[in-house]
Nanobody
Framework: QVQLVESGGGLVQAGGSLRLSCSAS????????MGWFRQAPGKEREFVAA????????YYADSVKGRFTTSRDGAKNTVYLQINSLKPEDTDVYYC?????????????????WGQGTQVTVSS
């Protein structure tokens, strides 16, 4: 079983950038397809991005295309989410998640392992 820990969130002004990290322990992260999700209080968890096991395939929600980039570093056993041109509406708790299989998916229930989340707050 893999344990996931997100970091890198914080308070940033609109237009700024952040890089979120998702570090794994227990198993190699290359075993899993990784996803990023975000959630605001009282709202459903929303898909943001996914990356295949090799890192060569990625998929993004339309709302973040061109601003968000996910990548992975096998040597560091870490997945990243680079967020540029931040907007106030990007304010959320961001989660990384892992799943087996070969297909990138966008539904939270298809992911088996979750981190605790990291808060991103964007001020206008």
């Amino acid at each position: 079983q893999v344990q996931l820990v997100e970091s890198g969130g914080g308070l940033v002004q609109a237009g700024g950038s952040l890089r979120l990290s998702c570090s794994a322990s227990g198993r190699p992260l290359s075993t899993y397809i990784m996803g990023w999700f975000r959630q605001a209080p009282g709202k459903e968890r929303e898909f943001v991005a996914a990356i295949g096991r090799s890192g060569s395939s990625t998929y993004y929600a339309d709302s973040v295309k061109g601003r968000f980039t996910t990548s992975r570093d096998g040597a560091k056993n870490t997945v990243y989410l680079q967020i540029n041109s931040l907007k106030p509406e990007d304010t959320d708790v961001y989660y990384c998640a892992g799943k087996g299989g070969v297909q990138l998916t966008t539904t939270p229930r298809s992911y088996d392992y979750w981190g605790q989340g990291t808060q991103v707050t964007v001020s206008s």
